[in-house]
């Protein structure tokens, strides 16, 4: 659950950085000392790197090749956020975001 959720997040922070800046950079400051989005994302990165999670799904040996895979289970889940509908194309930059991309 935890490599799922760091993976993710990440992720989900790359893709939602100009939607609600705002609220990245309180996190950042919060856990980080930091005050921009970017730091905020690099920094968790470490964090989750330093504890041996994986922050890609590459990571965990899963190939670029199940993008594809992955973007049918988002959509057949309905997958969404709580504050921001995800579309379609959401799904796809999320995808290539937790592939690294």
């Not at 790359?14 to 005050?35: E, M, N, P, Q, Y």
């Not at 690099?42 to 999670?53: D, G, M, N, P, W």
Request: with cysteine; proline share 2%.
């Amino acid at each position: 659950h935890g490599a799922t959720l760091s993976i993710a997040y990440i992720a989900w922070l790359k893709l939602h950085s100009t939607r609600c800046a705002d609220r990245i950079i309180k996190l950042g400051k919060g856990l980080f000392g930091v005050d921009n989005v970017d730091d905020t994302i690099s920094s968790l990165e470490a964090f989750f790197r330093k504890i041996t999670s994986p922050t890609s799904l590459q990571d965990e040996g899963i190939s670029p090749e199940e993008a594809g895979k992955i973007n049918k289970q988002l959509i057949h889940n309905k997958v969404s956020g709580q504050h921001y509908q995800l579309s379609r194309d959401d799904y796809e930059h999320i995808t290539n975001l937790m592939f690294g991309n």
